[in-house]
């Protein structure tokens, strides 16, 4: 085994999407809600009425709750998926082309949709911003919160151009207080904003989490590659903290796609699974209603993946600093691997590239760990986006590399089965889930699937398709991501029992103990914040025009520049 290099410690994380608010893995046990005991069904079921706008007791409101969260029918959309509207082309009597409005029912009728009745615009004042960017603030907000200790104190820590955001989506917010409104205007018979073409800019949750979140002055930036793209920016986030450039990073995404447009392009692709095509599967018919909870089953018979919102981010610290201050580790990044595909003959088909990242993203664990951890203690978070093709390709990935490091038992898992595929954020729900499956000892199954479709390569693998105890303790998970175009992407991730393992190692006995002594007050003070949420006392952090700083707050000489409001300067 070599020497692992330095690890980006997870230290928070908060967001939302079908299964609710992600902080204190509250997401995480809506998935696994029925294999939980009494008091945590209650716990996630309070959460879950807070972010459903629900009052009175959350066991009589169980029923409402569970329709209204995961994978679904449209239930939490500000349009009208039955009447759409749409301009129907007609020749005229003296032979014009004319177009009438008229109105159509959308093909696809399901997909992930965050909980029904969560309005994050009406959380702060949004002001006209698009829905993706109020998820920004959401998701942020949480992540920041549940560190347990105040960004302020935190920020002091550390020089302001040590702190990073890396953050964005891979489409851009497209609805109408962004660029789909901009590119309507003149057609609708309305003003262009002066807003909508800046917020529609795929980076822009990175800038809000700057300027309304953090107040952030160090790095910022966004990594675009289709459904690839949270491990593009989380690659990003680990170089620059490895480097020593950086020592706090925020990272993540925020996707929010769910509008007729957007899900009608990924129709014509054949990629999404249409109302039709559920029918087909489950050969209901027409007067029945068809399984929209089950519309997303990664490796089994599928065909197509289902759309999905959601804002995620994590904070990552470096090992020092998380142990000064007392940060809790829920985890660790060990490394993240980009390949493209080569030459395509399709631009959304799949390629080798992936074959290339995964095998990486193994043979560095085994070099980190080595082969009994790799062979009897690791899972993976697949892609598994749940159509015909992925099921095929993705998993020939997986059985081939078993074959090639001599695993005989590897668990699989797909989270898409309960949460849908929310493009740019995926991947990021995927880390999320792997961080609960750690808390809570138990990988979540692809339980909207009853088998594994006769075409899947199965060799070497498990594919799990029930809530899934974890044994041998497993240290290490593969988060994998396909997206459009070649984009790949594949990393590892080291449990928060490994991680903490290989920290103590560096340290003598008294010094461990005082960083968990530390993290006594800081696991309080994130459970206090829970509590707040659950009881929907606490706001999300948004700033607008606080401590706006301009030339004046600067002290430059030639060594360094002192800034208003920052304990540390920035060093030339």
């Given amino acids: 085994m070599s020497t692992p290099a330095p690890m980006a ?46 009052t009175g007791d959350p066991l009589s409101q169980q029923q409402a709750i569970q329709q209204g969260t995961l994978v679904r029918s449209w239930d939490n959309i500000a349009w009208d998926a039955n009447q759409v509207p749409v301009h129907q082309a007609f020749t005229d009597d003296q032979g014009n082309a004319c177009w009438r409005l008229t109105h159509k029912r959308l093909a696809v009728q399901s997909a992930g949709q965050t909980p029904k009745g969560f309005d994050p615009a009406a959380l702060y004042p949004s002001h006209h911003h698009p829905r993706g960017l109020q998820l920004s603030i959401y998701a942020a907000s949480d992540a920041i919160a549940s560190l347990g200790i105040d960004w302020q104190t935190l920020k002091h ?3 302001p151009d040590q702190i990073g955001v890396y953050a964005g989506s891979a489409m851009g917010q497209l609805d109408q207080t962004g660029t789909g409104g901009m590119l309507q205007a003149a057609l609708q018979g309305q003003r262009t904003s002066s807003k909508q073409c800046a917020l529609g800019l795929s980076q822009m949750p990175a800038d809000f989490v700057n300027a309304y979140v953090l107040g952030n002055i160090g790095a910022t930036g966004s990594s675009v590659g289709a ?63 068809p399984d929209y909870r089950r519309a997303s089953r990664p490796f089994s018979e599928n065909a197509g993946f289902t759309l999905a919102e959601s804002a995620q981010f994590f904070v990552l610290t470096d090992e ?29 088909s799949p390629g080798i590239g992936n074959y290339l990242t995964m095998g990486k993203a193994v043979a560095e664990a085994r070099r980190w760990f080595g ?56 991947s990021a729900d995927q880390l999320l889930m792997t961080l609960g499956a750690w808390s809570h000892q138990m990988i979540p199954g692809i339980t909207t699937s009853d088998h594994i479709a006769a075409d899947v390569y199965q060799q070497g693998l498990n594919f799990l398709l029930q809530h899934t105890p974890i044994e041998n303790d497993a240290d290490i998970a593969f988060i994998n ?3 459009f175009g070649g984009n790949n992407a594949s990393a590892f991730v080291i449990s928060p029992q490994k991680t903490k393992a290989l920290i103590e190692k560096n340290y003598d006995t008294t010094s461990w103990n005082q960083y968990l002594s530390r993290n006594e007050k800081t696991l309080e003070h994130s459970w206090q914040y829970h509590q707040q949420m659950s009881a929907g006392k606490r706001q999300v952090i948004y700033q607008f025009g606080e401590q706006v700083l301009d030339a004046a707050d600067l002290n430059i000489s030639d060594r360094e520049i002192s800034i208003r409001g920052w304990k540390n300067s920035v060093q030339l």
């Fill in 227 to 289: 459904c690839a793209t949270f491990l593009y920016n989380l690659k990003a986030a680990l170089d620059d903290l490895r480097s020593g450039r950086r020592r706090i990073i925020v990272v993540g995404n925020a996707e929010a796609p769910l509008l007729p447009e957007i899900i009608e392009g990924y129709h014509a692709m054949t990629a999404l699974i249409s109302e039709e095509k559920l029918r087909n599967l489950d050969q209901t018919s027409a007067e029945e209603q």
């Fill in 320 to 348: 020092a600093l998380a142990l000064e201050l007392g940060l809790t580790i829920h985890g660790a990044i060990g490394d993240v691997y980009v390949n493209a595909d080569g030459f395509k003959k399709s631009i959304s």
């Fill in 371 to 426: 082969e009994n951890t790799v062979q009897q203690r690791s899972f993976v978070q697949a892609h598994g986006s749940s159509t015909p093709q992925n099921r095929v390709t993705e998993s020939h990935i997986y059985t081939e590399l078993a074959r090639a490091f001599s695993i005989k038992d590897w668990k699989i898992t797909a989270v898409k089965a309960h949460l849908g595929h929310s493009l740019a954020t995926a």
């Fill in 481 to 483: 991501a396909k997206g």
């Fill in 157 to 159: 820590h550390v020089r």
């Fill in 9 to 54: 410690l997870i230290t928070g994380f908060g967001g939302i999407n079908p299964a609710g608010r992600s902080s204190a893995h509250m997401a995480f046990q809506r998935v696994i809600f029925d294999v939980l005991n009494q008091q945590q069904q209650r716990e996630t079921l309070e959460s879950l009425q807070q972010v459903m706008n629900l």
